[in-house]
T-cell receptor, first 112, second 109 residues
Framework: EAQVTQNPRYLITVTGKKLTVTCSQN?????MSWYRQDPGLGLRQIYY???????DKGDVPEGYKVSRKEKRNFPLILESPSPNQTSLYFC???????????FGSGTRLTVV | GQQVMQIPQYQHVQEGEDFTTYCNSS?????IQWYKQRPGGHPVFLIQ?????EVKKQKRLTFQFGEAKKNSSLHITATQTTDVGTYFC?????????FGEGTQLTVNP
């Protein structure tokens, strides 16, 4: 089944403890992207990648890192999480980047 | 990226009534995408509009792209309880994606 898989689905962590949210797609998509969704603020792009080893900042990149070493994987790294990074995170992928994206099921992160 | 403003923020309808959400931009859009997110779910791609004045239909859903490519609308005819969710428009500028804030639709049976 064609899909974007994120792990974990839920995560509660403490301030400053490094964490990684994994994202994998099995559709051979070139484009991958991370978003956070917050009440009243909608979906905001954190980082995106147009191909292996090609990444760029979205609208809210501060406090996040990404890497794209393989086409199928695009992990989101929080080196030192803070409570303002408590949010619902989505990974998404697209074949061309110019049409619709397929989203993962989301990761609900709570930083205490 | 560009800003897309979406209205209304909330819409409550009785089952069987029609529903419309609007997406507006101050600048010309290259294309626009529409997504639906069910409560507790993730955004699901519905459709892409590219051409000026384009109209596309999916069963009870009608999508329009304005002649000037600065606005778009999603219209649902005779809503059903399965239509409940938040509908987002999204525009693409290079690889940057900008989403409207969404219209949350509730349908009373």
């Amino acid at each position: 089944e064609a899909q974007v898989t994120q792990n974990p689905r839920y995560l509660i962590t403490v301030t400053g403890k490094k964490l990684t949210v994994t994202c994998s797609q099995n559709m051979n998509h070139e484009y991958m992207s991370w978003y956070r969704q917050d009440p009243g603020l909608g979906l905001r792009q954190i980082y995106y990648s147009m191909n292996v080893e090609v990444t760029d900042k979205g609208d809210v990149p501060e406090g996040y890192k990404v890497s794209r070493k393989e086409k199928r994987n695009f992990p989101l790294i929080l080196e030192s999480p803070s409570p303002n990074q408590t949010s619902l995170y989505f990974c998404a992928s697209s074949f061309t980047g110019l049409n619709g994206y397929t989203f993962g099921s989301g990761t609900r992160l709570t930083v205490v | 990226g560009q800003q897309v403003m979406q209205i209304p923020q909330y819409q409550h309808v009785q089952e069987g009534e029609d529903f419309t959400t609007y997406c507006n931009s101050s600048t010309t859009l290259s294309n626009i995408q529409w997504y639906k997110q069910r409560p507790g779910g993730h955004p699901v791609f519905l459709i892409q509009l590219v051409k000026s004045g384009e109209v596309k239909k999916q069963k009870r859903l009608t999508f329009q792209f304005g002649e000037a490519k600065k606005n778009s609308s999603l219209h649902i005819t005779a809503t059903q309880t399965t239509d409940v969710g938040t509908y987002f428009c999204q525009e693409t500028s290079g690889s940057r994606l900008t989403f409207g804030e969404g219209t949350q639709l509730t349908v009373n049976p």
